[in-house]
């Protein structure tokens, strides 16, 4: 696959630029950092719930709204998992991580987190 971009456009002269490419991106690739680390993305189901890694945390009532996302923080070395707002980055909830597989973690083992708080 390299060899056929070579020959046909990453190993070619640009015809606007008059660059090549590959040697242009060789030297920009000295100055590129690592993307920060997101954290993983799911939705949130009509019954409040959003699964992660086969384990379903329940969010305080009235989080679901259609197409409505969250990111998923979790700390293994703290044990706690965090979800987030996607598009308002508001902390929405906090569970401990789930041991094993199949479990249903709800709102009364760890502390719920007023809907209205703003980004962190």
Do not use: W
């Amino acid at each position: 696959m390299d060899q056929c971009l070579d020959r046909t456009g990453n190993g070619q002269v640009h015809e606007t630029t008059k660059m090549i490419p590959a040697f242009v991106f060789n030297e920009e690739r000295k100055y590129l950092k690592p993307a920060p680390e997101l954290g993983e993305i799911e939705i949130v189901r009509k019954n409040n719930v959003v699964m992660y890694r086969q384990n379903r945390y329940v969010m305080p009532h009235g989080t679901y709204q259609p197409g409505r996302n969250v990111r998923i923080e979790a700390n293994e070395d703290t044990g706690i998992i965090e979800f987030y707002d996607l598009k308002t980055k508001a902390l929405l909830m906090q569970h401990t991580i789930a041991q094993g597989l199949a479990s249903v973690y709800a709102i009364r083992i760890l502390k719920e987190i007023n809907l209205q708080n703003g980004p962190r």
